[in-house]
């Protein structure tokens, strides 16, 4: 018979074994769900019912102006008129006025098939054939059609929808191959104007990076982004190592706003994000009350260096702000559970502060999470790129467009204008 000492020491035993389990498996959950994951990728926590009978979209709020339609220029004007009275037979005359109804749609038949007929003619100064000299593309698809078919590859579309997708528009015999060659066609033709892009933003005052995973026909790799108001490039790369931005931006003089990541510590000026901060910092506070003061705290905090941020330098402010960080660090430290949090923030340093000291920069990198964010719904849809084909779409083509994007430029009329020779 097993005595109670016995048992206490196996159950104590067999709580051990499980500690260690449950740590282990938060720390493999860890990896997937933490404060760098996309919200795209995170956990849904809000699954509850609303109460009542609150509308789950509930629209604009009371108060707030609608967007309205913004109507296009009409193409063409039809005019719906009567000669006679439909209730007497007696005719009308002129109309005294009208009621105006636009609509916007596609024609008829989307796809339009044009033969051109070049004619020929005998030059009687020297009997040669010759013709018209005509502008257009050596392929049987015209600019439009190829426009579009970039686009929705853009869109995160596979070559088997958008294929099938044209050929219910009227193009009968177009393949999955031939939306490949197009893609393929546009990374040469926006390959010059990628290069400027990345000419121009290695001399701009301040940029942001980031990385997300993105596999390689099974492999493990990655997509880069730099990014500032007006430009975005990305960057398909089976690494995460330093040598990865490095060969990106070799030099650069500016200000790197950026998460966590310890491959940026080689530059000379870096903005630490705060967003990601308070994000992990909230994380543990949710399960432990202790850090929840200091959560509260930093909060505060970040609200105040919004305010130095949108003004010159006052160095005196900035100075406070550093002893209220670092006193938040001391309070941090003196908890088991606070310590690596107090860790990270250490870690950061003068990056915390370099905003406050540069126009324009900002103290969060959300802007380069947003430009990640269709390269993530992309992965969802075709889970890898297979080949170098659809890293140099990835890295020239939709660099190009999402920049024209920020831009305001029109994508469908640019795409057509590089077909132009």
Avoid at 343 to 355: D, H, M, R, V
Avoid at 369 to 397: A, F, H, M, S
Wanted: positive net charge.
């Amino acid at each position: 018979m097993i005595s109670w000492r016995q048992r206490v020491r196996d159950l104590e035993a067999e709580n051990q074994e499980l500690r260690a389990k449950i740590i282990e498996l938060e720390r493999y959950l860890k990896a997937f769900d933490n404060a760098h994951t996309p919200s795209s990728m995170k956990r849904k926590k809000n699954t509850k019912k609303k109460e009542g009978n609150q509308p789950r979209f509930p629209g604009k709020p009371p108060g707030r102006g609608g967007g309205g339609i913004q109507l296009p220029p009409p193409d063409k004007i039809v005019e719906h008129t009567l000669d006679n009275c439909p209730l007497s037979g007696l005719p009308l005359g002129e109309p005294i006025g009208y009621r105006k109804k636009t609509i916007v749609d596609f024609p008829d038949k989307p796809i339009i098939v044009t033969e051109h007929r070049i004619m020929q003619y005998i030059s009687p100064a020297t009997g040669e054939i010759i013709e018209a000299n005509v502008n257009l593309p050596n392929h049987i698809y015209g600019s439009n059609l190829r426009s579009i078919v970039a686009m929705l590859k853009n869109l995160t579309n596979s070559h088997e929808k958008i294929a099938d997708f044209l050929r219910e528009l009227g193009a009968p015999s177009f393949s999955t191959e031939r939306v490949q060659n197009i893609a393929d066609d546009f990374t040469h033709l926006l390959e010059s104007r990628r290069d400027g892009f990345l000419t121009e933003i290695r001399e701009a005052p301040y940029l942001h990076a980031d990385e997300t995973t993105m596999r390689k026909d099974g492999q493990n790799g990655y997509i880069w982004n730099i990014c500032t108001p007006k430009i975005s490039l990305f960057f398909a790369r089976m690494s995460r190592g330093s040598k990865e931005i490095r060969s990106i931006l070799p030099v650069y003089n500016g200000v790197i706003v950026r998460d966590g990541y310890k491959v940026y510590n080689d530059y000379q000026l870096t903005q630490r994000c705060w967003v990601h901060l308070l994000r992990e910092v909230r994380e543990i506070s949710e399960k432990n009350n202790e850090i929840k003061p200091q959560y509260e705290r930093l909060k505060l905090l970040y609200e105040q260096l919004k305010i130095l941020n949108a003004k010159p330098p006052e160095n005196k402010a900035i100075e406070e702000a550093k002893w209220k960080l670092k006193d938040i660090v001391t309070c941090l430290d003196a908890m088991r559970k606070g310590r690596k949090l107090a860790t990270l923030i250490k870690n950061g340093g003068e990056n915390w502060f370099t905003a406050l000291y540069y126009e324009g920069v900002p103290l969060e990198n959300n802007h380069a999470e947003r430009e990640l964010r269709p390269l993530v719904l992309l992965r969802k849809t075709i889970g890898c790129y297979r080949n170098e084909k659809g890293q140099r779409w990835i890295d020239i083509v939709i660099s190009v467009l999402h920049t024209w994007k920020l831009q305001g430029i029109n994508i469908f009329q640019q795409l057509r204008a590089v077909q132009v020779t």
